[in-house]
């Protein structure tokens, strides 16, 4: 289809969402539903895009990057002055598909249709249409006697007879350029809102006698839009059913999928099982036969093979094979663990990086911290690493046993197979094999008797 430019319209306010930002950023599964059609044009085969921006058109440029093509409408004044913008920027195709911002439910397959159906019949408009139990909102197709498209008729100025048509016009077109751009140029604002519509361009073939096809949508569901909260948590929860039934029928097990919550963006490896209450979310990487939940979340990072995480919260972190994370830990950006560490209850990890075998099994902060392999660090231990200005280091090498309770006062080094004694504040580098105390000394004193602690009782 590389005679095909994608244009999608995306410079309205949407006023409903009652947002400051721009509608089409609103994000659900993982994108924003601007990102959604993106997508789903690239995978129909659409290699050029064209962004129709206004509203926000700064966001919406920060947003999806340098690299898409954007076409600015300065004004909104309709669907068809919005698109007549994008004529430069589309360059020479010779069809132009136009999509709207706020449809994130588009299917790839269904573009592609479409597309495929307007080059093959010669029609010079190819209107995507679907037939809806409840039809309002949405502009409703017009046809003769014989069942050709003649017009399309907004809600707001369709008559009662026409307001009772279901079958609607997704706002999604074909058109062949040679007729579409100069067919824009005759558009006027005659119209209880006063914008210039793309819909009368459908008007302005049937005039000429030129032929207008349509293609019906298997599923309505894809052409459903987003113009407030409650229809941005309703494409959420298509879009994650899809995402879901599409992991399940490649061989990952959610237990129960109604509450369980994957990006579209996250790939995850066959026999891995999903328990309720997990999040995973952005570009992340989940192995095979690996247990996740309940509970958890993942966000941006990676889980190698056979890894399991309960009540876990990974961020930007790396989780190598066969690691065993939580319940209630805490990794934040920047860890790496290796292949078989364990990562037990109310451990948080920060920046660090932990060999392989190595456990730390519960109550402990490690932060910029690099642990060598095979080490164990007890319970209770703190890497002070933050000196009320910067950030230290600290290093423990291979084999060492760091007891409960200690303070490890960066910057600091605890050498191999080294053993720092239990409730010990290390401030000095401990050498390999050696065993650091440094603790206050204890003193036992002899307790009085129960008689002499009676008396006292009295007395006192």
């Not at 192995?287 to 309940?294: E, I, V």
């Amino acid at each position: 289809m590389s005679d095909t430019v994608a244009v999608i319209l995306a410079a309205g306010q949407g006023k409903r969402m009652r947002s400051r930002q721009p509608k089409v950023l609103h994000r659900v599964a993982g994108r924003c539903l601007l990102e959604h059609v993106l997508a789903a044009t690239r995978e129909a085969g659409i290699k050029n895009s064209v962004i129709v921006i206004g509203h926000g058109a700064a966001e919406v440029k920060a947003a999806l990057g340098p690299e898409q093509t954007y076409a600015w409408q300065e004004e909104q004044l309709g669907t068809g002055h919005a698109l007549a913008q994008a004529r430069q920027a589309a360059g020479g195709a010779e069809s132009i598909l136009v999509l709207c911002g706020d449809t994130p439910l588009i299917r790839p397959a269904t573009i592609a249709s479409l597309v495929k159906e307007h080059q093959a019949t010669g029609a010079v408009a190819t209107v995507l249409t679907a037939c809806l139990d409840d039809p309002a909102g949405y502009g409703r197709i017009i046809r003769d006697e014989q069942g050709r498209v003649r017009a399309i008729v907004e809600e707001r100025d369709a008559a009662p007879a026409e307001r009772a048509i279901n079958e609607i016009n997704t706002g999604i077109y074909c058109f062949t350029a040679s007729f579409l751009w100069p067919a824009l140029a005759q558009l006027r604002p005659d119209n209880n809102q006063g914008e210039y519509y793309l819909t009368d361009v459908i008007a302005l073939a049937v005039n000429q006698g030129l032929a207008v096809q349509a293609l019906a949508c298997d599923d309505p569901e894809e052409i459903l839009g987003v113009n407030d909260r409650v229809q941005l948590a309703a494409a959420g929860a298509i879009l994650r059913r899809r995402i879901n039934t599409t992991l399940m029928l490649a061989g990952i097990t959610i237990v129960d999928p109604a509450s369980t919550y994957i990006d579209a963006s996250v790939t995850i490896g066959p026999d891995t099982t999903i328990y309720p209450g997990t999040f995973l979310e952005g570009h992340t990487i989940i192995g095979a036969n690996c247990s996740l939940g309940p509970g958890t979340t993942v966000r941006d990072s990676q889980v190698g093979d056979g890894s399991e995480l309960i009540h876990a919260v990974v961020l930007a972190s790396t989780v190598g094979p066969g690691c065993h994370i939580g319940p209630y830990a805490y990794l934040r950006p920047g860890t790496v663990l290796e292949a078989g560490v364990k990562v037990g209850d109310f451990v948080e990890v920060k920046a660090s990086r932990i060999g392989r075998g190595s456990k730390v099994p519960h109550l402990t902060y490690l932060g910029d911290t690099t642990v060598g392999a095979g080490v164990n660090v007890g319970a209770g231990t703190i890497t002070c690493n933050y000196d009320g200005r910067q950030k230290w280091p600290t290093t423990i090498e291979d084999g060492a046993f760091i007891g409960s309770n200690a303070n490890l006062v960066a910057p600091v080094r605890v050498g191999a197979g080294a053993l720092v004694g239990a409730g010990s504040t290390i401030t000095r580098d401990v050498p390999a094999g050696a065993l650091a105390l440094a603790r206050g000394r204890q003193v036992n004193l002899p307790r009085r008797g129960k008689k002499d602690d009676a008396e006292r009782q009295e007395k006192g």
